[in-house]
């Protein structure tokens, strides 16, 4: 077995393993929470937590996520079965149950811009109050946003979103829950993992603590609460 660059063996002790069966992750799912879920257009996407949503059937979810997939994929899932009251998310295009459930107002829709979206996320878990953007100056996106002017300059004034659980996908993961994540399926997850009270990964690979090489680590396992084997 290997122990990391300097062969160091952790001790047993100093040793937490995060490892759950599906079932302690879907225990953590009630009505009414705020869930982030990582993926863009179903890539990245904890298929299998997402599945375990939809199984429990818990209701009146405000999901933030990059967009609602499709029909049958991902979040979307979660919208055709209307477990959602509200997404906040940067596109819907690809899901025409979106627009139809938010023309009915069976679901409230907040678009917000892709990028000031991750900034949003990566604001709330960096600890910052929010941040300065002149994306959406002049359209809806500035309804209800101060705006404050310096250098001449007005910006919107953005603030950080968290949530009470996110849902996390990760190539590997070793054992404290230190994460890879592979080619574009990195997308929102990482900003995520660092923005929710409770974060839950689904790996496809899990590996003894110590196989990793720190320098292909892209989440620290400091801010992984459990994960399961996907």
Same mark, same amino acid.
């Not at 009270?197 to 090489?213: C, Q, R, S, T």
């Given at each position: 077995?290997?122990?990391?660059?300097?062969?160091?063996?952790?001790?047993?002790?100093?040793?937490?393993?995060?490892?759950?069966?599906?079932?302690?992750?879907?225990?953590?799912?009630?009505?009414?929470?705020?869930?982030?879920?990582? +993926?863009?257009? =179903?890539?990245? /996407? !904890?298929?299998? &937590?997402?599945?375990?949503?939809? $199984?429990?059937?818990? #209701?009146?979810?405000?999901?933030?996520?990059?967009?609602?997939?499709?029909?049958?994929?991902?979040?979307?899932?979660?919208?055709?079965?209307?477990?959602?009251?509200?997404?906040?998310?940067?596109?819907?295009?690809?899901?025409?149950?979106?627009?139809?459930?938010?023309?009915?107002?069976?679901?409230?829709?907040?678009?917000?811009?892709?990028?000031?979206?991750?900034?949003?996320?990566?604001?709330?878990?960096? +600890?910052?109050? =929010?941040?300065? /953007? !002149?994306?959406? &100056?002049?359209?809806?996106?500035? $309804?209800?946003?101060? #705006?404050?002017?310096?250098?001449?300059?007005?910006?919107?004034?953005?603030?950080?979103?968290?949530?009470?659980?996110?849902?996390?996908?990760?190539?590997?993961?070793?054992?404290?829950?230190?994460?890879?994540?592979?080619?574009?399926?990195?997308?929102?997850?990482?900003?995520?993992?660092?923005?929710?009270?409770?974060?839950?990964?689904?790996?496809?690979?899990?590996?003894?603590?110590?196989?990793?090489?720190?320098?292909?680590?892209?989440?620290?396992?400091?801010?992984?609460?459990?994960?399961?084997?996907?």
């Amino acid at each position: 077995m290997k122990y990391g660059k300097r062969g160091h063996k952790p001790k047993e002790e100093n040793i937490v393993n995060k490892v759950a069966e599906r079932e302690e992750a879907l225990a953590r799912f009630t009505d009414n929470q705020w869930v982030m879920i990582g +993926g863009f257009l =179903g890539t990245g /996407t !904890p298929e299998s &937590l997402v599945d375990g949503l939809v $199984e429990k059937g818990v #209701k009146n979810l405000t999901v933030i996520a990059n967009d609602t997939a499709f029909p049958g994929k991902g979040v979307g899932k979660l919208v055709v079965n209307k477990q959602t009251s509200k997404v906040i998310v940067s596109h819907v295009g690809t899901n025409p149950e979106t627009g139809r459930q938010m023309h009915a107002k069976e679901m409230e829709v907040e678009l917000v811009p892709q990028g000031t979206l991750a900034e949003r996320i990566r604001s709330a878990g960096a +600890g910052l109050g =929010g941040f300065l /953007t !002149p994306t959406g &100056l002049g359209t809806v996106v500035e $309804e209800g946003k101060d #705006k404050i002017t310096k250098g001449g300059r007005t910006y919107l004034l953005e603030l950080p979103i968290k949530a009470d659980i996110a849902l996390i996908k990760a190539w590997k993961a070793d054992k404290y829950g230190n994460l890879v994540y592979r080619r574009t399926s990195r997308n929102f997850n990482p900003v995520m993992a660092m923005a929710a009270d409770f974060v839950i990964v689904e790996a496809e690979e899990i590996v003894e603590i110590g196989m990793l090489d720190p320098d292909e680590i892209m989440t620290p396992g400091a801010v992984v609460d459990m994960i399961i084997k996907g």
